[in-house]
């Protein structure tokens, strides 16, 4: 029997709010980057049949044109939907001890905050870097749902 290769398959969407401003910075080459978290509400039902929520903080890193839209864009409280994959990083803490996270590298962030701009104007897309990192500005949730939950996001625009 042939051996089965398990696929190679990194991928996240998320989708939050900023719990502080972004951190902005460049590298010793000058490669901007900007760190920030974002917290992401879940709503559900316990035993009881009370409403529950639940919160989960995820880190996000940011690179190239993706960190330099971010930072004209985002502040704390900013919601973002963020395309991305998750890795992880080693450092050492200021007593010597070894820490290891786990954030998500952005390809794509849509800000789903408006500022100035009118809701009819089109798409921007600024060309992916050589990181294959791309941002799209002012979209349109609606591309990332299913008809059922297309018609619950109308209901509460409404």
Not at 28 to 49: E, G, M
Not at 121 to 129: D, I, K, M, S
Request: glycine share 4%; with cysteine; charged share 30%.
């Amino acid at each position: 029997m042939a051996e089965l290769k398990m696929p190679e398959l990194n991928n996240v969407m998320i989708a939050g709010n900023l719990t502080k401003d972004p951190v902005f910075r460049e590298t010793s080459n000058n490669t901007p980057v900007a760190n920030f978290h974002i917290a992401a509400n879940r709503r559900y039902k316990d035993s009881a049949n009370q409403w529950q929520e639940d919160v989960c903080y995820v880190g996000v890193v940011a690179w190239n044109k993706l960190a330099d839209s971010c930072k004209d864009r985002l502040v704390k409280g900013s919601a973002v939907l963020v395309d991305g994959e998750l890795q992880s990083r080693t450092f050492k803490t200021d007593d010597g001890q070894n820490r290891t996270i786990v954030e998500i590298k952005a390809k794509r962030i849509q800000f789903l905050n408006k500022y100035g701009r009118s809701s009819e104007e089109t798409v921007e897309e600024v060309p992916a870097t050589t990181n294959s990192e791309e941002i799209i500005e002012e979209p349109s949730f609606d591309k990332f749902l299913n008809d059922e939950e297309s018609d619950l996001m109308n209901e509460v625009k409404n």
